[in-house]
Nanobody, 122 residues
Framework: EVQLVESGGGLVQAGGSLRLSCAASGFAFDDYAIGWFRQAPGKEREGVSCISSSGSSAVYADSVKGRFTISSDNAKNTVYLQMNSLKPEDTAVYYC???????????????WGQGTQVTVSS
């Protein structure tokens, strides 16, 4: 069974940091890109960042460039999203998802995690 389990969300003040984790199981982690997405209340889900299956390349949404860093530990089948200089507009449910190919961007989602809430207070 494919599983993606996010953790690390919470409440933080503006300017603070959080690190999200996405633990994957049930599929060949080394073969697929993994992405982070977010959905704020009343808004559509949007892509935040993606890392290739090898961990050698990543892409970011313009809104998070320079503040967020995606990384992967293939030995632990885990992808991380380090979020610094958080802003109230970063408040959302953050989801990780696996793609169907090795490279980013993810054009078709294979599996979603259940999401983790990130709330940034002003």
């Amino acid at each position: 069974e494919v599983q993606l389990v996010e953790s690390g969300g919470g409440l933080v003040q503006a300017g603070g940091s959080l690190r999200l984790s996405c633990a994957a199981s049930g599929f060949a982690f080394d073969d697929y890109a993994i992405g982070w997405f977010r959905q704020a209340p009343g808004k559509e889900r949007e892509g935040v960042s993606c890392i290739s299956s090898s961990g050698s390349s990543a892409v970011y949404a313009d809104s998070v460039k320079g503040r967020f860093t995606i990384s992967s530990d293939n030995a632990k089948n885990t992808v991380y999203l380090q979020m610094n200089s958080l802003k109230p507009e970063d408040t959302a449910v953050y989801y990780c998802a696996s793609g169907i190919a090795r490279l980013c961007p993810i054009r078709l989602i294979a599996s979603w995690g259940q999401g983790t809430q990130v709330t940034v207070s002003s």
